[in-house]
Every structure is written in structure tokens, then in C-alpha cells.
């Protein structure tokens, strides 16, 4: 039965105008003999893409060692940049269209040599809520913890930080020009807001204070937890850069828990990851001198926030 059902899928495949199919299910039996006139290659960091982003994950034992000052193996560099270093003629897509163009710039100038363009101006990107710029800076001084041997850090007083400020987009509205928030009916929804962490701690950490997962440490944070809707929580999306990789939200909070300046939160292709998420708002909560010690990046978006009405705080804002 098994033998007929599979020859009966190929031969359906033979009649098909376009076959859809993963790289891996690619070199299954179904396929085998099949020859097409045209292959498009999907999520193709692997031929085209972008070489300033995360390279693949290798979830292997055999991470490349140095011997003599070269790895032994390549599988951390993607074709595409082999590709790129042999001289092969690449075409550069130019235009952005996700990120509002102050948020932009920070990317443009700090990986790509200020060659991007932007395909949206300010205006397809209008602030969601009255007073909240398009990049806003917290400066949060706490505490940064490591969870068991594993290296991931975690930050109590930024993780706070994150959910007051989830709470109050969602509750009343975030107005950062002001001393005291107006109460406003706010526009954002629950799906509408990304947090990304650099650590996996600290995105356990943040979920287990968001409603919806009650684990509370104090009555202050049970009354916290209570201001934000808790039949709306699930939709706040909390998830580490690599996760967050191909996707995008109108409102994405950026918590780094590092106190030191770090190469980890650094890294170029990671941190360029996490900040071209955001449409509309990126606000980004961090211990301020490590980061603009860590990256030229963070430094810009430090200048930038610093320059702009509203767009530099101190913990807490509200």
C-alpha cells in the first residue's frame, strides 16, 4: 500500500505546474529523476540575501576549531558570502520598506555605508501614540544575573522596566515628552508589540512577569502584572533575536541585561538583526554606558535619541 501510494504522489508530481518543497524534502525519493526549468529558492540567506544578518545556526559538535589561524570547516559561512568573496557579480536592493527612516538610519549607516534608501517616509510610519518617538532610549541601571553555567543573562530592574512600558502602551498610552503620562485610549494591541532579548534568560524572565504566566516574586509586581489586560498578554511576543530573524512588529522593545560592555549584545550581524524589526516605534532598554561601549551601533542610536526631544529617558518614566 505504502509502495502504491508513493508512485502514485510521483507521478502526480511528473503533471504538476510548480512543485513546492523544502531543501531538505528536496532530495527525497519523490523528487528523484525530476529535472524543472526554473527553481526558486525561498528564505535563501543561503544564495540571496543579506550577509549582514545571522548566519545559519550549527547545531553540531563540530564547531569549526582554529588550527593555524583558520577554521577547520566553513559551515558558519553561508554560500552566499563564499559567493560574494570569490567576486561573483551581487545586485544590492536598496530600498527599506519596514522601518520608519529615523530607525532606518541607524542600520544605514552603522552596517550597510549609508547605501540603503528608504521605500516609506515618516508619514507612512506616524506615531502610534501621541509624544512616543520613533526611537526612544531608557537608560536602566540594574543589575545583571547569569542563570546557572549557561552564560544567559538576566536583569531584574529591566525586565520591570519592559513590562511597565508594555503596560502602559497597552493601557493608557506612552507619552516620554511629558513628565507625567496622559491617560489616552490607546491605539497599540498586544500583537502589535515585539520585546527582544539578547539572552534566553532574560526572555524567561520578562515572560514570567507579563500576566498570563502568574509567577510574581512581590505584592508590588502582582499589582504591576494586574494594570496590564491579561486576556491580551499572549499576543505580546517575547523571543531572542535569533527568533525574531524575517520577522517584523509595529512596536519592538529591545532589553539587552547587560551591565558590561559585551561582544555578544555587539555583534554586528545579530544586533543589526534587532534593530530592523520595528516599523513604527524600536525602544530600546539597556544600561547606557556599556552599550555605547559595545557597538558602534548602540552609539549611534544613543546620539540619536540623546538629540531628540522625548527620545532619551531615564528609569523609571512613568
Known amino acids: 500500500v505504502k509502495a502504491g501510494a508513493e508512485k502514485a504522489r510521483k507521478k502526480k508530481l511528473k503533471t504538476a505546474?510548480?512543485?513546492?518543497?523544502?531543501?531538505?524534502?528536496?532530495?527525497?525519493?519523490l523528487?528523484?529523476?525530476?529535472?524543472?526549468?526554473?527553481?526558486?529558492?525561498?528564505?535563501?540567506?543561503?544564495?540571496?540575501?543579506?550577509?549582514?544578518?545571522?548566519?545559519?545556526?550549527?547545531?553540531?559538535?563540530?564547531?569549526?576549531?582554529?588550527?593555524?589561524?583558520?577554521?577547520?570547516?566553513?559551515?558558519?559561512?553561508?554560500?552566499?558570502?563564499?559567493?560574494?568573496?570569490?567576486?561573483?557579480?551581487?545586485?544590492?536592493?536598496?530600498?527599506?520598506?519596514?522601518?520608519?527612516?529615523?530607525?532606518?538610519?541607524i542600520s544605514n549607516h552603522s552596517f550597510y555605508g549609508g547605501r540603503l534608501l528608504?521605500?516609506?517616509?515618516?508619514?507612512?510610519?506616524?506615531?502610534?501614540?501621541?509624544?512616543?518617538?520613533?526611537v526612544l532610549c531608557v537608560d536602566v541601571r540594574g543589575s545583571q544575573q547569569f542563570a546557572g553555567g549557561s552564560g544567559s543573562a538576566s536583569n531584574q530592574a529591566e525586565a520591570q522596566a519592559v513590562v511597565q512600558m508594555v503596560s502602559k502602551l497597552l493601557g493608557e498610552g506612552m507619552r516620554p515628552g511629558t513628565e507625567q503620562s496622559e491617560v489616552s485610549a490607546s491605539p497599540v494591541t498586544p500583537g502589535m508589540i515585539g520585546v527582544i532579548c539578547f539572552h534566553r534568560a532574560q526572555v524567561s524572565l520578562i515572560s514570567s512577569m507579563l500576566p498570563g504566566q502568574r509567577r510574581y516574586s512581590s505584592?508590588?509586581?502582582?499589582?504591576?502584572?494586574?494594570?496590564?489586560?491579561?486576556?491580551?498578554q499572549e499576543?505580546?511576543?517575547?523571543?531572542?533575536?535569533?527568533?525574531?530573524?524575517?520577522?517584523?512588529?509595529?512596536?519592538?522593545?529591545?532589553?539587552?541585561?547587560?551591565?558590561?560592555?559585551?561582544?555578544?549584545?555587539?555583534d554586528a550581524q545579530r544586533l543589526n538583526v534587532a534593530l530592523t524589526r520595528a516599523k513604527h516605534h524600536l525602544i530600546l532598554a539597556g544600561h547606557v554606558p556599556a552599550l555605547q561601549e559595545s557597538s558602534v551601533a548602540f552609539k549611534s542610536l544613543l546620539r540619536h535619541a540623546r538629540s531628540t526631544p522625548g527620545a532619551y529617558r531615564t528609569a523609571p518614566i512613568f
Open 219 to 232: 505584592q508590588a509586581e502582582e499589582q504591576l502584572h494586574d494594570s496590564l489586560p491579561e486576556q491580551l
Open 118 to 134: 528608504d521605500g516609506c517616509t515618516a508619514a507612512d510610519r506616524a506615531p502610534l501614540l501621541p509624544g512616543l518617538p520613533p
Open 235 to 266: 499576543d505580546v511576543t517575547v523571543a531572542t533575536v535569533d527568533s525574531y530573524q524575517g520577522l517584523e512588529k509595529p512596536v519592538i522593545i529591545l532589553s539587552t541585561a547587560v551591565t558590561r560592555p559585551g561582544s555578544f549584545v555587539g
Open 17 to 29: 505546474a510548480v512543485v513546492g518543497v523544502t531543501c531538505c524534502s528536496a532530495g527525497g525519493q
Open 31 to 105: 523528487l528523484d529523476g525530476q529535472r524543472f526549468d526554473i527553481v526558486v529558492l525561498d528564505e535563501f540567506a543561503v544564495l540571496a540575501g543579506d550577509p549582514m544578518q545571522l548566519p545559519p545556526l550549527i547545531a553540531n559538535p563540530a564547531q569549526p576549531q582554529q588550527r593555524g589561524g583558520m577554521p577547520v570547516h566553513g559551515l558558519l559561512r553561508p554560500l552566499f558570502a563564499r559567493l560574494m568573496a570569490a567576486g561573483h557579480p551581487v545586485h544590492l536592493l536598496r530600498r527599506q520598506y519596514r522601518c520608519h527612516p529615523s530607525i532606518a538610519a
